[in-house]
Each structure stands twice: as structure tokens, then as C-alpha cells.
């Protein structure tokens, strides 16, 4: 269930994010090259407000549309109840992918590589099996609320080190233009890569059950 949970948050985190990595290491990296702090800050800022928007957005339609949807369709009851968890954990999941790809743009590459593929999973591990000691626990929406967890925690901890950056207290509607059409060839390139995976598995659980996929 959760296998299944985690997949569909996969795919709503790669709309929420809009295809903004190749399109920040394009246009971030320019600015830094060209040492141009207050650029690298409008540039930032545009892709959190793009992120924070689409996330929104998506977890709204999710509450109010494609939850039922689901059940229609005979996804699991629980499959939808651990997910409505799990969806909590888009926005900070999606600005901690924004602030990690902004640090690989600034020369800080190893650090970034670092806090995403060491310490916040680290943090997460540790969170699971020492603090709630999920060995004797069956509460799969407990994972949900692990994630959520996980997800601030990525997300504060990249904000501390960009912080320097993100000087300036507004954000460029030309900017948010310019990432938005970088973006949308990836977004849309990464969502058909992403149908083309999900749909075996959408219909090996309706046929055998959530836990057979998994």
C-alpha cells in the first residue's frame, strides 16, 4: 500500500516541480558564473512561488477530485488514505528539490549531493526505526506522517545554506516566465516516461491487490 501511495506522490511531486531543475542550472548557474547575487535571488524565489503554487494547486485537486477518482476506479481505501498523508509532504518536498538543484548551481554541488543523499535520509531512518519503532508497529499511515516529517526537515536544512541567496523579497514575473518554458519540455518528457511505468502497475492492483504489487 504504501508502495503504491508513494508512487502516486512520485508523479504529483514531478508536476508540482514543473521540470525546474534543468531550467535552474541554466539560468541560476548563468548568474552565479556572471556573479550576480541579486539575479541568483529572483531566479530562486521565482521557482519557490512556481512550486508553492503548483503543489497547492495539485493538493487541492487531489482533496477534492482525484481522491474519489481513485476510489472509483477501485484503487484501495487505504492505498487513498495513506496518500492523502503522504501528499502533506509536497510542498516541502518540492522546495527542498528547488534548494538542493539551486546549491549544485552555485559550486556547492558536493553539499547538496551530501544533505540529499546522505544526511535527510539518514534523519529519516533514524526517525523511523528509533523514534517510532515502526518494527512492531502495522500503522501504515504512521509512514505517511514519517514522510511528512522527513520532508520539512529536508526542507530546512538546504534553506540554511542558500539563505545568503535568497536576498531579495520579491520575485520576477519574467523569471517566472523564463523557468516555466525552460521547464515544461522536462515536465512533460518526465510525465510520459512516468504513464508509461504506472499504468502496469494501476491495473496489477486492481487485479491483485495492493499488497501483490508491492
Given amino acids: 500500500y504504501v508502495f503504491l501511495a508513494m508512487t502516486f506522490f512520485l508523479f504529483y511531486a514531478s508536476v508540482g516541480f514543473f521540470g525546474l531543475e534543468s ?8 548568474a552565479y558564473d ?30 477534492f477530485v482525484i481522491s474519489d477518482l481513485l476510489l472509483y476506479f477501485s484503487v484501495s481505501e487505504v492505498v487513498v488514505d495513506v496518500l492523502a ?7 516541502p518536498y518540492s522546495l527542498c528539490v ?8 552555485v559550486n556547492k554541488a558536493s553539499l547538496a549531493v551530501l544533505l ?3 544526511l535527510i535520509p539518514f534523519i529519516s531512518t533514524f526517525v523511523l526505526y528509533f523514534v517510532f519503532d515502526l518494527n512492531g508497529s502495522d ?9 511528512l516529517f522527513s520532508s520539512v526537515v529536508a526542507f530546512l536544512i538546504p534553506l540554511f545554506f542558500i539563505f545568503p541567496y535568497v536576498s531579495c ?33 494501476f491495473f496489477l492492483e ?9
Fill in 23 to 30: 531550467s535552474l542550472i541554466r539560468y541560476v548557474g548563468s
Fill in 34 to 63: 556572471e556573479e550576480k547575487v541579486e539575479k541568483i535571488s529572483e531566479y530562486a524565489l521565482s521557482a519557490v512561488a512556481i512550486v508553492t503554487f503548483s503543489s497547492v494547486m495539485i493538493i487541492c485537486v487531489h482533496y
Fill in 85 to 91: 498523508i503522504y501528499i502533506l509532504s509536497l510542498i
Fill in 98 to 105: 528547488v534548494f538542493c538543484s539551486i546549491l549544485r548551481c
Fill in 116 to 118: 540529499d543523499s546522505v
Fill in 139 to 147: 500503522d501504515v499511515n504512521l509512514i505517511g506522517y514519517i514522510n
Fill in 169 to 201: 523579497r520579491k520575485f520576477s514575473k519574467l523569471y517566472v516566465s523564463r523557468l516555466v518554458k525552460a521547464g515544461f519540455p522536462m515536465l512533460a518528457a518526465g510525465l510520459v516516461v512516468f504513464f508509461t511505468s504506472l499504468a502496469p502497475m
Fill in 206 to 214: 486492481r487485479s491483485f491487490g495492493g499488497e501483490e504489487v508491492a
